[in-house]
């Protein structure tokens, strides 16, 4: 009876807050509010730039939280051989992706932060794909290496400007700009073939690998290789696969980042990576990875999975006995059915059967 009272994103943060705290991770709770100056200084790091903002009985100027790891790095500390695992499902307040317009929404999600190794990395990625998968059958986790893709552009220019419209063009897979803008840089077609690589490098991670072994060999094409050998121990292990054309903002992230798609939902439901840059610039000395799920973009689903929102839709006249009526909505009742008893259909209510006691009567 208590599941038919949920939500569909009510069901599914309950499913998250299960399968989190299976992998040892704790709640984390936060205030509402924060000081605005944190989101002005990292306003780069949030979904969007747009804060609403007030002030404060005593004038300092504080912000609805638009994002929850921001705060998470702020209040916590550097414990050298520890890690802090925390998820969290709290409300932010931010421009919604679906209306434009400032929402309240629900975001669920995790952080792993401390002594991050391999193996954190490889779970916060299984766990991210297990989140997709509590979410709807039909999805896919892509994943990309950041660091390979900067040292590898590093390695070619050390313009700063003609770096970062390299990266635009390898976002879009946008190979006749990117191959104009090598020409006119007089970068060489050995470079431009390096970078063309990543925009190939998408798909089933045994070919991406395939394909990336054409590059210069590194640490990160190491790790990246075993990272996916990793994976392959993971029940998602189909469902996760590579694109490189996956980059992010450079000065915040680093290693791997990656994305959960769905089939049905426009935009992204689900978003990560490590952040080690992010905790620099926040004067912590931990490495870090987390994701979150953005259930403003899963409303898109809601209707199709909630379904109706009575099992009865009950009709009845206004010469009929109430006796009638109560007695026939507590035998639908009883049999563990919702019913609405009402004297007309109501324009947006959804039943999955109408009984009329009009005709019967």
């Known amino acids: 009876m208590l599941e038919r009272l949920l939500t569909y994103e009510e069901k599914v943060i309950l499913d998250l807050r299960k399968l989190y705290e299976t992998y040892g991770y704790q709640p984390y709770r936060m205030s509402k509010f924060e000081e605005y100056e944190l989101y002005i200084r990292h306003k780069e790091f949030l979904a969007s730039e747009n804060v609403i903002s007030f002030s404060d009985t005593n004038g300092k100027v504080l912000a609805l939280k638009p994002d929850v790891t921001l705060s998470i790095i702020k209040g916590g500390v550097d414990n050298p051989g ?19 317009r400032y929402k309240e929404i629900m975001q669920a999600g995790l952080e792993c932060i401390g002594d991050v190794d391999l193996y954190d990395i490889y779970e916060v990625i299984h766990l991210a794909a297990a989140s997709m998968a509590r979410v709807g059958e039909d999805f896919v986790i892509c994943l990309s290496h950041l660091d390979t893709i900067t040292e590898t552009i590093a390695s070619i220019t050390s313009d ?8 635009y063009y390898l976002s879009r897979k946008n190979t006749h700009d990117l191959k104009r803008l ?42 990246i290789r075993k990272l996916s050998e990793l994976i392959k121990s993971s029940p998602y292990s189909d469902r996760i ?26 935009g992204d439901v689900l978003s990560g990576g490590q952040y080690d840059r992010m905790m620099e610039k926040m004067q912590r000395r931990a490495g870090a990875i987390g994701f ?35 007695e026939k909505v507590r035998e639908l009742t009883d049999k563990g059915l919702s019913c609405s008893a009402q004297k007309n259909v109501p ?6 059967e109408i009984i009329d006691l009009r005709k019967e009567g």
């Open 82 to 100: 520890i890690k802090q695992k925390v998820y969290y499902n709290e409300n932010v307040y931010r421009v919604s992706s679906s209306t434009h």
């Open 160 to 167: 700063e400007d003609l770096k970062e419209k390299i990266l």
């Open 182 to 223: 090598c020409d006119e840089n007089g970068i060489p077609e050995r470079g431009y073939e390096s970078l063309r690589t990543f925009i190939q490098a998408y798909g089933k991670r045994d070919s991406v690998l395939e394909k990336l072994g054409a590059l210069p060999a590194t640490e990160g094409l190491e790790e």
């Open 241 to 266: 696969q590579f694109d490189f054309s996956l980059t992010g903002n450079t000065q915040y992230y680093n290693g791997f980042v990656f994305k959960g798609m769905l089939n049905g939902v426009y």
């Open 292 to 326: 979150a799920v953005y259930m403003d973009v899963l409303e898109q689903l809601a209707e199709r999975k909630q379904g109706f929102d009575v099992d009865v839709l009950l009709l009845y006249g206004e010469g009929q006995s109430p006796k009638m009526v109560a």
């Open 347 to 352: 324009e947006k209510l959804r039943a999955g």
